[in-house]
Nanobody
Framework: QVQLVESGGGLVQTGDSLKLSCAAS????????VGWFRQAPGKERDFVAN????????NYGDSAKGRFTISRDIPKNTVYLQMNSLKPEDTAVYYC????????????????WGQGTQVTVSS
């Protein structure tokens, strides 16, 4: 069992940066893949980035590539999403999710989810 709690969202302006956190409890994430997804009103839940806990391998969605960085702090059992050069189209609720073993960018394949944190980027 894994509990996930996101934090760090807020209101920023175009070009600003935010760093989101996903704190996990219940178990170590040593055998898990952790991902970030986002969902804007009226839209599907989209893949942003993920990371393999053991090896540190990362994968990014097209919208995140070159601007966002996913990382992990192993002793803290926490995953981060550093977001730079934010745009209004980045406005969404950002969710942290985890699944065991397999690298995936499909939301339905993840088993554990946080409650989400709102990111709003004004123009």
């Amino acid at each position: 069992q894994v509990q996930l709690v996101e934090s760090g969202g807020g209101l920023v302006q175009t070009g600003d940066s935010l760093k989101l956190s996903c704190a996990a409890s219940g178990r170590t994430l040593s055998m898990y893949v952790v991902g970030w997804f986002r969902q804007a009103p009226g839209k599907e839940r989209d893949f942003v980035a993920n990371i393999d806990w053991n090896g540190g391998r990362t994968n990014y969605g097209d919208s995140a590539k070159g601007r966002f960085t996913i990382s992990r702090d192993i002793p803290k059992n926490t995953v981060y999403l550093q977001m730079n050069s934010l745009k209004p189209e980045d406005t969404a609720v950002y969710y942290c999710a985890a699944r065991r073993l397999r690298f995936s960018r499909i939301a339905s394949e993840y088993d554990y989810w946080g409650q989400g944190t709102q990111v709003t980027v004004s123009s």
